[in-house]
Nanobody
Framework: QVQLTESGGGLVQAGGSLRLSCAAS????????MGWFRQAPGKEREFVAG????????YYDDSVKGRFTISRDNAKKMISLKMNSLKPEDTAIYYC?????????????????????WGQGTRVIVSS
């Protein structure tokens, strides 16, 4: 059982930046692909960014490409999401998730059902 804890959310003005972090409890953290999802009020949870087990590969939704950067530190059992040039439409609860599948090393899961473990979420509000 992997426990994930997000932090770093908050209120920021449009154009500003935030860094989200996710700490994992699992000793075999490096065996999990990791991802960030978000859910805005009244909308479904959507994929934001994912990173491979080694951290070599990453993948982004088009809506955040060029603005957000996902990274991981397997020694510290953490991933981060650096968010720049934030827009009001980025307002959502952001969730960290772990994918236990042992597939191709450069494959990033993008569907919620591929992730078995989820954090409680951290709220990001971007004001215009």
């Amino acid at each position: 059982q992997v426990q994930l804890t997000e932090s770093g959310g908050g209120l920021v003005q449009a154009g500003g930046s935030l860094r989200l972090s996710c700490a994992a409890s699992e000793r075999s953290f490096s065996s999990y692909g990791m991802g960030w999802f978000r859910q805005a009020p009244g909308k479904e949870r959507e994929f934001v960014a994912g990173i491979t087990r080694s951290g070599v590969g990453s993948y982004y939704d088009d809506s955040v490409k060029g603005r957000f950067t996902i990274s991981r530190d397997n020694a510290k059992k953490m991933i981060s999401l650096k968010m720049n040039s934030l827009k009001p439409e980025d307002t959502a609860i952001y969730y960290c998730a772990a994918d236990p599948a042992q597939g191709p090393p450069l494959k990033v899961a993008v569907n919620p059902w591929e992730y078995h473990y989820w954090g409680q979420g951290t709220r990001v509000i971007v004001s215009s």
